[in-house]
């Protein structure tokens, strides 16, 4: 379960609610108690139709949460940025994973960066950019060209000298995808986790939930429930959520059901 901590004033869903470091560590503590296993923390939003922050703002909002996180939340932190030296000070300060929705495309130091200081990395699929990805979305078959992309992308990473235990692959839902998009790649989530890595699911709150319970963002806890439990059903490995308590207890259960999936009862996809 990876707890998100967005220190950024316009994030889609919980834009500006911690951007001091008191509110941002209080919240990393809140979803520590909660069940938390990892706490990705971001500066930069990528929202459809975000501006992009240069690296100095970045990391004058990451460095000191991700700092004071670090000393007193004793998680994994992952930091979600594209840029190699925001990546660079937040290994420094701590981090241990570098969620880079670029999928290492974004900077050209990134991939040598992750392969010098052996931390984990998360490549995502993107469509386009947070800019323009939204606007005209297009796939003949958006499954096989995900994961075909993934597969680029390792292969990419393994060529620039990072290890296949460093990997972790996401889809990047919401990410240069229209509704059918989205709700393809998560009825076919168990072709990604076959792929021989973990696969994130970052589903938590988005826009393609909303428009199936019709709900804005504050309520779509249960909206995201429905996916978090089909993706857990598939195979995913790692869950990034804003709600982890709720998201914690959804996990349990359809973990506990899978398991015994896995040992002889059939689960259907219902
Ligand atoms: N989604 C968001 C941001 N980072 N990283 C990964 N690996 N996968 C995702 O699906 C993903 C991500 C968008 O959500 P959020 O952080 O809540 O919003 P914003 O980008 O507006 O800060």
């Keep these: 379960m990876m707890g998100i901590l967005n220190v950024t004033p316009d994030s889609f869903s919980d834009g500006g609610a911690y951007v001091t470091v008191e509110q941002a560590l209080s919240h990393a503590r809140q979803m520590q108690a909660e069940g938390a296993d990892i706490i990705d923390i971001g500066a930069e939003s990528s929202r459809p139709g975000a501006q992009p922050i240069d690296e100095s703002e970045e ?80 796939y ?72 199936l319970v019709q709900q804005p963002v504050h309520e779509r806890g249960y909206g995201t429930a429905g996916a978090v439990a089909v993706a857990v059903l598939k195979g995913a490995h790692i869950i990034r959520v804003h709600d982890v308590r709720s998201m914690r207890d959804t996990v349990s259960v359809v973990s506990a059901i899978s398991r015994h999936a896995r040992s002889g009862v059939e689960v259907s996809n219902a």
């Design 140 to 211: 003949q078959n958006v499954v096989e060209e995900v994961s075909a992309f993934l597969c680029e992308r390792v292969q990419a990473a393994i060529d620039h000298g990072i290890r296949r235990r460093q990997i972790i692959l996401d889809p990047g839902f919401g990410f240069g995808k229209l509704q059918e998009h989205n709700l393809q790649l998560l009825a076919s989530f168990d072709m990604l986790t076959h792929l021989g890595y973990p696969v994130l699911a970052g589903v938590s709150r988005k826009q393609f939930i909303g428009a």
């Design 59 to 138: 990391l004058r909002r990451l460095i000191p949460v991700l700092e004071a996180v670090h000393d007193a939340v004793p998680l994994p932190i992952s930091v979600d940025t594209t840029k190699a030296a925001v990546a660079r000070r937040a290994i420094q300060a701590g981090a241990t994973i570098v969620n880079d929705i670029s999928a290492l495309r974004g900077d050209p130091l990134m991939a040598a960066l992750v392969a010098e200081t052996g931390a984990a990395v998360v490549l995502m699929h993107m469509q386009g950019t947070p800019q323009t990805m939204q606007q005209a979305p297009r």
